[in-house]
């Protein structure tokens, strides 16, 4: 889908005061945002190991790394006052962690990232909403995602987002895979 299919979006529901509203912007990234994005990540993981988080690695996000999602999923990032604030990425399938589950009736969210500075503001929920309203224009059963199920507060977030469990995968941690728990929210009524 090119740019100019996928217009600059200012979320509808954005929490607190107007003038928040009009600063807002979620945005379809493009291969140039490469490096922004590997830093966001890895700006992420890096508080994620120094609270003892068991998740992300700020070795995972190379530029490189991050320019190759641009083959198989989409990534858009919330800007706020022309800063970028989040992102997350929407796929059409993900048989590495659904595996037989994988059902392309629904959207596959990845990588939702909130920087630290920005936190506490619901910008995720609304991530989040914009992503069910992603998978709604484009006539998915709804929008799937995976969480470590290591993170019971990562978790709740979820949950009281209105996804659902469905399943609990081994990721083969014997081998330094991980363990997660996989949602679903259905939003064909």
Known sequence: MSQSQHPEV???DAAGCEEDQAQLLIRKAQPVDARMLAD????A????????????K??????ETVQTYF????????????????????QESDPAYWAERNDDRYLYLHRLTVRPVYRGRDYGGLMLRFAEEEAMRRGKRGLRLDC???LPSL????VRSGFELVAKQDLKREIGGRYVHLYEKRLDG
């Not at 966001?40 to 700006?43: A, K, L, P």
């Not at 993981?45 to 992300?56: C, L, S, T």
Request: proline letters at 6%; aromatic letters at 12%.
């Open 10 to 12: 200012r979320p509808k």
């Open 40 to 43: 966001m990540m890895r700006e």
């Open 45 to 56: 993981a890096v508080v994620m190991v120094e609270k003892g988080i068991e998740q992300w």
């Open 58 to 63: 700020p070795e995972m996000f190379t530029v």
């Open 71 to 90: 083959d198989t999923r989409q990534i858009f990032m919330l800007m706020v006052a022309d800063h970028p604030a989040g992102l997350f990425t929407l």
């Open 148 to 150: 470590v199920a290591h």
């Open 155 to 158: 978790n709740r977030f979820y």
